[in-house]
């Protein structure tokens, strides 16, 4: 059974080789990985994800246009299976562009459902956060996503095209945690 686990430098060696099974230029969503990032020596990839913790970090003052985001690591058995990020509010660009949660399954993982499952957890998590509906894009043309986020009761808003290709906007409405008020997904300035 998967778990979400935080980024670790523990799993340097595994999160490396689901890297590698990527290939070179193929995008991983859901990791956080920036052009800068240096993944390949042991100090860049403990910088990258010591920048993935301070994130998520509220005491961590942020590079202006950046937002609060929860980043998991999709992890069985010792293997990373892929990456699922959950951003805490939207600028400008991820409403347009990218949403409040971006996701990849390496692709010896998909089709088995890994992918759905994330979605949900980090859908609870955006429920502790008190958001009361999230945005999740995908490719226009990448149907197995799209299935996957309609499965978590993604409602379709449009498909425009965002600057950087054709994509599916979906809404999925989150009902309040118990004992909590859900608060509005805010867009920051």
């Known amino acids: 059974m998967p778990e979400l686990v935080a980024p670790t430098v523990g799993l340097r060696g595994?999160?490396?080789?689901?890297?590698?099974?990527w290939g070179a230029g193929l995008h991983e969503d859901g990791f956080g990985l920036r052009p800068t990032d240096e993944v390949r020596t042991p100090d860049g990839f403990a910088a990258w994800v010591?920048?993935?913790?301070?994130?998520s970090d509220p005491a961590t003052p942020l590079d202006e246009g950046q937002v609060r985001c929860t980043y998991r690591w999709i992890v069985e058995d010792g293997r990373v299976l892929g990456?699922?990020?959950?951003?805490?509010?939207?600028?400008?660009?991820?409403?347009?562009?990218?949403?409040?949660?971006?996701y990849g399954i390496r692709p010896s993982a998909r089709r088995r459902g890994v992918a759905t499952w994330a979605l949900g957890r980090m859908l609870d998590e955006a429920?502790?956060?008190?958001?009361?509906?999230?945005?999740?894009?995908?490719?226009?043309?990448?149907?197995?996503?799209?299935?996957?986020?309609?499965?978590?009761?993604?409602v379709l808003e449009c498909g425009p095209d965002t600057g950087l290709g054709l994509a599916r906007r979906y809404w999925i409405t989150l009902p309040a945690a118990p004992g909590q008020a859900?608060?509005?997904?805010?867009?920051?300035?």
């Open 83 to 102: 990456g699922i990020a959950l951003r805490h509010e939207l600028n400008d660009f991820l409403l347009r562009v990218a949403g409040h949660i971006g």
């Open 182 to 189: 859900a608060r509005s997904s805010r867009v920051s300035r």
């Open 14 to 21: 595994a999160w490396l080789d689901a890297h590698d099974e």
């Open 127 to 154: 429920r502790r956060l008190g958001l009361d509906r999230v945005l999740v894009v995908c490719v226009a043309d990448n149907l197995a996503s799209a299935r996957t986020i309609e499965r978590q009761g993604g």
């Open 50 to 55: 010591a920048r993935l913790t301070d994130q």
